[in-house]
């Protein structure tokens, strides 16, 4: 198993300072980071693949701060689905300029873009098409392109694992893998353990975190089905932590990102606590 860090546990943005997480990192048990990344955000790459070699720690990269509305893959507009693929081409340079392992997220569509009509029957057809070209160019860079089911407060286009499979299923490119998130899951399904055997022969990673993105078990995700589903499929991939660090600037780097209660004061308890929980719960599942 291989356990990371969202940046946002830590820092509200990647600079060229933030490289002194990559010790932090090794110091808590992780084995990889995940930096977000968009318009707003610039740094040097060379100081980041300096630091990844010295430490061994990997890294991730998400479109996680600005991404203009427009850039859209899943649009009605044409034009706005070419936006999309080549603002997701330049992240995905990004990666391979870094040596990143994969660019994580809702690449199918826009975080925060939900359309409340019935969907058209080409909707996920033009999408596909487009995630299979995104696809195709990351796996030249080598990059995997890993995607991500939201919550239908977040999108309208992909809320559950069995959306996810049919659009990577017709997007038809096999550097199109899947995560899943347990905070976005838990108003979308009933039954965690069908949803990682769903998607098992694309699952690529895990979110893990509370229906209110806190620390793995002190909420309600029902943690027993998630384990014991990964256990079944013999998951051995990535794990990541995804909250918001209340504590930077007072708190108002959460209210920023939607988060309005204190559940990640700080990071690194947050991940130890994370470890110990997930360990002690893959174990009991696994009959150690």
Not at 45 to 66: D, F, L, S
Not at 84 to 111: F, N, P, S, T
């Amino acid at each position: 198993m291989k356990y990371g860090a969202h940046c946002y546990l830590f820092i509200d943005k990647w600079t060229d300072n933030s490289v002194e997480l990559f010790e932090k990192a090794g110091e808590i048990g992780l084995d990889f980071l995940e930096i977000s990344v968009g318009d707003d955000v610039s740094f040097s790459t060379a100081p980041v693949r300096k630091k990844m070699a010295e430490t061994g720690i990997e890294v991730t990269i998400g479109p996680g701060a600005e991404w203009p509305m427009q850039c859209d893959l899943s649009s009605d507009n044409p034009e706005e689905r070419l936006l999309g693929l080549e603002w997701h081409k330049k992240q995905v340079d990004l990666c391979h300029e870094i040596g990143a392992i994969a660019y994580a997220g809702a690449i199918y569509g826009h975080a925060g873009m939900i359309k409340r009509r019935p969907p058209p029957p080409e909707e996920y057809q033009y999408t596909a098409e487009g995630l299979h070209l995104l696809g195709e160019y990351a796996a030249e860079k080598g990059v995997v392109v890993v995607l991500e089911p939201m919550s239908h407060f977040r999108t309208h286009l992909v809320n559950t694992p069995e959306q996810m499979l049919r659009l990577v299923k017709m997007s038809d490119h096999p550097n199109l893998k899947i995560s899943l998130d347990t905070y976005h899951l838990v108003t979308e399904i009933v039954d965690y353990h069908e949803a990682i055997l769903t998607v098992k022969d694309y699952l690529w990673g895990m979110h893990m975190c509370e229906n209110n993105r806190g620390v793995p078990g002190r909420g309600i995700v029902p943690w027993e089905q998630v384990f014991t589903g990964l256990t079944e499929i013999g998951f051995e991939s990535y794990m990541l932590f995804e909250s918001y660090n209340s504590s930077i600037e007072k708190g108002t780097f959460a209210f920023s990102r939607g988060m309005f209660h204190d559940v990640c004061a700080d990071g690194a308890d947050f991940v130890k606590e994370g470890i110990s929980f997930i360990e002690e719960g893959m174990a009991a599942a696994a009959g150690n």
